[in-house]
């Protein structure tokens, strides 16, 4: 089985946790778009927290990891976190496609000084353009240990070219950066990352899972937003993974939800935080702009799966698995 997890909002929708949950019995965790602006949070079976930007949460479980065509890699941050990973005592098996594009200095550079929408300055945007005039490094181009001279140069991965080296009775688990509303192409552009969110090897994909958060978060700019509310974002701890800058927090849009499915058209759906919102009686959703208040978890909780029957799977504990909807 293949199955790709990908978010339905503007990321940071917990997807680390619905992979760490979907793989623990695969045999692949892949990474197939974006790069450091990624900030996936998964806790081991010890519960040791990992933050990480480029590695595919599978790393942590011990599963191969692949990071495929579509990503944009900085060796230095990638080295950074494989070291991280080493000091916890876990050696990542890591397969990187020819085809992924480094960032170099310049796109760093160019990102701290544009003017551009509140990116997370990891060079994304001046990365995926030298990509689309052609000129940009992959990593098949071999020596590029001149280009980022952070590397220590003993990177160690195994290179392929074409599809991951995943064979037909393996399974994998396609992990996705981001969320919809972020696509190049599908999201708010052009308030967006500069990737899209469906997996480049999509044709191989058995089964998609949509990954939403109980409420909606937002960092970066963007066109104007429903009221933002301090006290899910203390409560949820809303802060960037990557660059600590508060998320807005507001209610779930069901048109926005719906427009995410649309795309996406996943099999099954996970809410995730739902605990966050646990002793609130006033939980509500945005519909056409109006704002309809729900009641409590309870409630909420039948209001979802009445409303959405892909839910399946609900997370509602930080350090708890994912509870499967009956
Ligand atoms: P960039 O991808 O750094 O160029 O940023 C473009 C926009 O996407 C900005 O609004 C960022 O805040 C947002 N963004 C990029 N990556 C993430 C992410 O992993 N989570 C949430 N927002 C992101
Ligand atoms: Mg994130």
Redesign the pocket.
């Known amino acids: 089985m293949k199955t790709a997890i990908v978010g339905l909002q503007?990321?940071?929708e917990g997807k680390g946790r619905a992979v760490g949950h979907f793989s623990k019995d695969v045999d692949w965790v892949v990474r197939f778009n974006?790069g450091g602006?990624?900030?996936h949070t998964v806790y081991d079976d010890d519960g040791r927290e990992f933050k990480l930007h480029h590695v595919p949460c599978g790393a942590v479980f011990g599963k191969k990891v692949a990071l495929d065509s579509g990503m944009v890699i900085n060796l230095a941050t990638l080295e950074d976190e494989i070291s991280t990973l080493r000091g916890a005592g876990i050696e990542p098996d890591i397969y990187i496609s020819e085809n992924v594009h480094l960032i170099t200095p310049e796109h760093l550079s160019s990102?701290a000084n544009g003017s551009?929408?509140?990116?997370?300055?990891?060079g994304?945007?001046y990365v995926y353009a030298d990509r689309s005039l052609r000129k940009g490094i992959r990593i098949g181009d071999g020596d590029f240990s001149g280009v980022v001279n952070a590397t220590k140069g003993w990177l160690k991965y195994t290179s392929y070219k074409g599809l991951p080296p995943i064979r037909k009775d393996e399974s994998a688990i396609f992990e996705g950066?981001?969320?919809i509303m972020?696509d190049v192409d599908y999201g708010d552009y052009p308030?967006?990352?500069?990737s899209s969110m469906m997996p480049s090897s999509a044709h191989r994909v058995d089964r998609f899972i949509g990954v939403m958060k109980a409420y909606t978060t937002?960092?970066?700019?963007?066109p104007p937003y429903h009221e933002d509310m301090v006290d899910i974002r203390v409560a949820g701890k809303e802060f960037?993974?990557?660059?600590g800058?508060p998320r807005n927090c507001t209610w779930n849009d069901l048109d926005q939800i719906a427009y995410a499915l649309s795309i996406v058209q996943p099999d099954e759906i996970v809410v995730t935080k739902m605990d966050i919102l646990k002793d609130m009686d006033n939980i509500s959703v945005y519909k056409k702009n109006e704002l309809y208040v729900i009641g409590n978890l309870d409630s909420y909780k039948d209001f979802l799966v009445s409303t959405f029957p892909q839910i399946k799977w609900f997370s509602e504990a930080p350090d708890g698995d994912l509870i499967k909807v009956t």
């Open positions: 503007y990321g940071d974006g602006n990624a900030g990102d551009n929408i509140g990116s997370t300055k990891r994304i945007a950066a981001q969320g972020l308030y967006v990352t500069s937002r960092v970066g700019d963007g960037g993974t990557t660059t800058r």
